[in-house]
């Protein structure tokens, strides 16, 4: 089973910010089969990346996407207040999928 | 526009048994695989069960093997999760997931879409 860490656990930013949040895994992902989802309180996930770098239908341009192997990144250059939740990887290149703990970003 | 809902959340006692139920809309159901993960405070998010979009294959977590079962009703747009010798882990909020058609296998799929989710609470 591939674990994923998510660091740090909480980003305090403010709107404006660029936000940088990492996800590693403990075995490389083929194919960098890799997903981010963002979670508010009370809703269920949505995704926003897939493919390590693709974004889902929807999804702003500000939100992006990188890596491969073992060390990706999601990336929002500019936070706008609506993104402040937690944010989760998911890897799905081998069964069982496994999700990280969730970094929160939080407003300054 | 795709809507996933789930029913048949509840208390109950451990041992006992609950049926979940997702109905699905604005899509051909019996196009995509579906899939149930749970979510827990403490354990975070864990995929639970997935079946195929004919309802042919099935795969479970471990530790729900041989006390889950999952299936569907392609004719309701409906997928279930029988869940039987329920324990006091198993408390969590239960969510219905379609799979990103296309991308992931079946027993590992991304999750495009998302139910509101059902929580599940075991004690006694």
């Known amino acids: 089973e591939s674990v994923l860490t998510q660091s740090p656990g909480t980003l305090s930013s403010s709107p404006g910010e660029r936000a940088t949040l990492s996800c590693r895994a403990s075995?490389?992902?083929?194919?960098?089969?890799l997903a981010w989802y963002q979670q508010k309180v009370g809703q269920a996930p949505r995704l926003l990346i897939y493919g390590a770098s693709s974004r889902a239908t929807g999804i702003p341009d500000r939100f992006s996407g990188s890596g491969s192997g073992t060390d990706f990144t999601l990336t929002i250059t500019r936070l706008e207040p609506e993104d402040f939740a937690v944010y989760y990887c998911?890897?799905?290149?081998?069964?069982?999928?496994?999700f990280g703990q969730g970094t929160k970003v939080e407003i300054k | 526009e795709v809507e996933l809902s789930e029913s048949g959340g509840g208390l109950v006692q451990p041992g006992g048994s609950l049926r979940l139920s997702c109905a699905a809309s604005g899509f051909t159901f019996s196009l995509y695989a579906m899939t149930w993960v749970r979510q827990t405070p403490r354990k975070g998010l864990e995929w639970v069960s997935s079946?195929?979009?004919?309802?042919?294959?099935?795969y479970h977590t471990d530790s729900v093997k041989g006390r889950f079962s999952i299936y569907r009703e392609n004719s309701k747009n409906t997928v279930y999760l029988q869940m039987n010798s329920l324990r006091a882990e198993d408390t969590a909020v239960y969510y219905c997931?379609?799979?990103?058609?296309?991308?992931?296998?079946?027993?590992?799929?991304?999750?495009?879409?998302w139910g509101q989710g059902a929580l599940v609470t075991v004690s006694s």
């Open positions: 075995q490389s992902l083929s194919s960098s089969s």
């Open positions: 079946i195929s979009s004919s309802g042919d294959n099935t």
């Open positions: 997931a379609r799979k990103f058609y296309g991308i992931g296998a079946d027993a590992s799929p991304v999750f495009e879409y």
């Open positions: 998911q890897q799905y290149g081998s069964s069982p999928v496994t």
